[in-house]
């Protein structure tokens, strides 16, 4: 093991040990937990209260989860906000110890629109500022959901606004794919912190994450767990939970699949967003810090690739600026 391997498994230990998720640093100086809860669901079966995001948030904290990722399209930042309020009411933790993530919505990307949006986002959330703000998807709406083309390069100049007025410590962007993340930096000149997209067996994205790595730029992961989780309306390919090669991966560490899978996407130095609102589950997803997968396995995982989203929003694809495959 070299020294700074040695190093970061010696931090990854001492955070276990404290029951945190271990932080990076962001490319604007900002730490960031490598673990956060998800609260969106719009990809899973069931339906669910909203008073369950709050009370998954305030659980999520008391385990020991410091960052919290939701969405103005989501419809929960106020329980997210309510769930936070709890936590720092009862002194489990103060508001600099936790890293809040919210994104801007498609209808919101005119300049003078991103401040406005972000300010709601806080109203809702009972918070001064956010953690991250990331521009959800690099498409337009209008509001009535049309399409709409305005340039994200206009979008990432409001985002900038609402970092120089202390609204957002650090800014990104989610589900942009390497052409306009390449064209976003050389034109505006300003790196995203991050760039949240989908990353799990199924879909392992090597070439955008090795694009985002390379400029500096942290991925957040969602859809985590691909299909080995079931999914609504969804046919589901492989590998399922009962796939051999994770399950004698799971006996080998004393884990669950879900937890070989999470800790996946930590080896390839990615910020997994597992959503659970079920407490033990909650509590399964962040004990993952306490063992390691070898290169090779890390491989073996990566070979499952089929490149099929979980979130593959076809409807959007005669869009302008629609990010994924068209067919
Ligand atoms: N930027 C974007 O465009 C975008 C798109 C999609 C998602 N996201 C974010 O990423 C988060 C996660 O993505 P996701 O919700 O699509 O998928 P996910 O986290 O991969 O899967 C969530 C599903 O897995 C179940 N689950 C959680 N932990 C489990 C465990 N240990 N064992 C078995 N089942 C488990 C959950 O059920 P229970 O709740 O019952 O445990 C839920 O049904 C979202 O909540 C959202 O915050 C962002």
Excluded at 149 to 164: F, K, S, V, Y
């Amino acid at each position: 093991m070299n020294t700074l391997r040695g190093l970061f498994v010696f931090n990854l230990i001492a955070f276990a040990m404290a029951g945190l998720a271990p932080c990076i640093q962001l490319n604007d100086g900002y730490n960031i937990p490598i673990l956060a809860l998800g609260t969106g669901r719009g990809t899973i079966k069931e339906s669910e209260t909203l008073d369950q995001v709050r009370q998954a948030v305030f659980w999520a904290i008391e385990e020991g989860y410091r960052h919290i990722d939701t969405a103005a399209i989501y419809g929960d930042e106020e329980q997210v906000g309510l769930g936070i309020a709890e936590a720092i009411n009862k002194g489990i933790v103060t508001r600099d110890q936790l890293f809040v993530t919210t994104k801007l919505w498609n209808d919101k990307h005119a300049r003078q629109d991103v401040v406005p949006a972000l300010r709601e986002s806080l109203r809702r959330l009972g918070l001064d500022y956010v953690d991250l703000y990331l521009i959800h998807f690099p498409i337009s709406e209008k509001a009535d959901g049309s399409p709409d083309n305005i340039d994200h390069l206009e979008t990432w100049q409001g985002m900038q606004e609402a970092r120089d007025l202390g609204l957002a410590r650090s800014i990104g962007v989610s589900n942009f794919n390497i052409t306009q993340i390449s064209r976003l930096v050389e034109s505006s000149g300003v790196r995203p912190a991050v760039n949240q997209f989908e990353v799990n067996p199924t879909m392992t994205q090597e070439p955008l994450v090795t694009h985002c790595q390379n400029l500096g730029i942290a991925v957040m992961a969602y859809s985590p767990f691909g299909f080995v989780v079931s999914r609504k309306g969804s046919q589901a390919p492989p590998p399922g939970v009962d796939d051999p090669t994770l399950v004698a991966l799971a006996n080998k560490y004393g884990k669950t699949v879900e937890q070989i899978v999470l800790r996946y996407l930590i080896e390839r130095g990615l910020i997994p967003i597992p959503k659970s609102t079920n407490k033990g589950r909650i509590a399964q997803n962040i004990d993952v810090f306490d063992f390691q997968l070898s290169d090779n396995e890390v491989a073996t995982i990566s070979r499952f690739n089929k490149n099929i989203r979980v979130v593959n929003p076809t409807d959007w694809k005669d869009y302008p600026n629609y990010p994924f495959e068209r067919d």
